[in-house]
């Protein structure tokens, strides 16, 4: 029953923004932390941003630090990715997955459907 649908993705050139949002049903929002996965082209799925329950708490790959902001509206059940700078090699198919304060793909019980992000040089 649990429900994550993504929206936001799309084509954008190398130094733009993009902004992803995961709206979430069939789960108590609040109870759950919420990250963002993404998996370019024959490459194994990575982990990009966590957030914890009330928000007040965020992790970053190495990769994205300084350039994407993960937040969350738990009135609205809805998470956010903001891509600012991005680069070619940002360019994947973005997942919202719901679950543990983690980094570890495990500890996701629900995942959406995912969302393409190309970014062009």
């Known amino acids: 029953q649990v429900q994550l649908v993504e929206s936001g993705g799309g084509l954008v050139q190398a130094g733009g923004s993009l902004r992803l949002s995961c709206a979430a049903s069939?789960?108590?929002?609040?109870?759950?932390?919420m990250a963002w996965f993404r998996q370019a082209p024959g490459k194994e799925r990575e982990h990009v941003a966590t957030?914890?329950?009330?928000?007040?708490?965020?992790s970053y790959a190495d990769s994205v630090k300084g350039r994407f902001t993960i937040s969350r509206n738990n009135a609205k059940n809805t998470v956010y990715l903001e891509m600012n700078s991005l680069k070619p090699e940002d360019t994947a198919v973005y997942y919202c997955a719901a679950g543990s304060d983690s980094w570890r793909i495990r500890d996701f019980s629900s995942w959406g459907q995912g969302t393409q992000v190309t970014v062009s040089s």
């Open positions: 069939g789960l108590t929002f609040s109870t759950y932390a």
């Open positions: 957030i914890n329950l009330s928000g007040g708490r965020t």
